[in-house]
């Protein structure tokens, strides 16, 4: 762990627990507007609260792209420590949470790339030769007809891309406007990329016993 990361740490871990209690004028405040007192500010110590607020969400994204628990802590306090430096980004087109799922996400998938030794991709199953061939596009509805243990094997071997697009339209629930704005390409982009991987998505687990 680097100084600069402990030092960061340090800071938002160890805010007056006063300052955290049910009499914080902070406490109510939306995401939004705490989110621009902190950029305004460039204050640490607000930032903490953000981070309790979001600690353990990030850290469940990250863990669905690490091998252990230790890794994804890592990757939890990375998020945290490039989250403080690009908070001004957040321009609230979307809701702030959506927009950090988009940051987290886009985080671990840069993240697991830059790792050669442990690129999903080279663990992929090789769909371009599956006997399994889509006729019709496929729904929604026999996305949610998958069993869960076959889906959760089939979604770590998609590409990491794929992963993404589908955990935050599916489990996080973004929209198609959220999409659009976060990934910042156009609306049939978004649903093109959505239908390709969901179609990936099922010709994996269509090769799972």
């Known amino acids: 762990m680097t100084f600069l990361k402990k030092l960061f740490l340090i800071l938002i871990n160890n805010h007056d627990k006063a300052f955290l209690d049910s009499k914080d004028p902070y406490s109510r405040y939306s995401d939004e507007k705490l989110v621009k007192q902190i950029v305004a500010d460039?204050?640490?110590?607000?930032?903490g609260k953000l981070y309790d607020r979001y600690a353990q969400m990030v850290y469940n994204k990250c863990y669905g792209f690490a091998k252990s628990e230790d890794e994804a802590e890592d990757?939890?306090?990375?998020?945290?420590?490039?989250?403080?430096?690009?908070?001004?980004?957040?321009?609230g087109k979307s809701k702030f949470?959506?927009?950090?799922?988009?940051?987290?996400y886009n985080f671990c998938v840069n993240y697991v790339?830059?790792?050669?030794?442990?690129?999903?991709?080279?663990?992929?199953?090789?769909?371009?030769?599956?006997?399994?061939?889509?006729?019709?596009?496929?729904?929604?509805?026999?996305?949610f007809e998958m069993k869960t243990d076959k889906l959760k094997k089939a979604m770590e071997?998609?590409?990491?891309?794929?992963?993404?697009?589908?955990?935050?339209?599916?489990?996080d629930g973004a929209s198609i406007k959220e999409l659009v704005d976060l990934m910042e390409i156009g609306e049939s982009a978004v649903k093109m990329r959505l239908k390709r991987a969901k179609e990936r998505l099922l010709e994996i687990y269509k090769t799972l016993e």
């Open 75 to 91: 990757l939890t306090q990375d998020v945290f420590l490039q989250l403080f430096i690009k908070l001004r980004t957040f321009k």
């Open 113 to 143: 790339n830059r790792n050669k030794q442990r690129k999903i991709q080279y663990n992929s199953v090789q769909v371009e030769n599956s006997e399994y061939k889509l006729t019709q596009e496929v729904s929604d509805e026999s996305l």
């Open 157 to 171: 071997l998609i590409a990491v891309e794929d992963k993404s697009i589908l955990l935050l339209k599916y489990q």
């Open 42 to 47: 460039n204050d640490t110590m607000l930032f």
């Open 97 to 104: 949470s959506t927009w950090l799922y988009s940051f987290t």
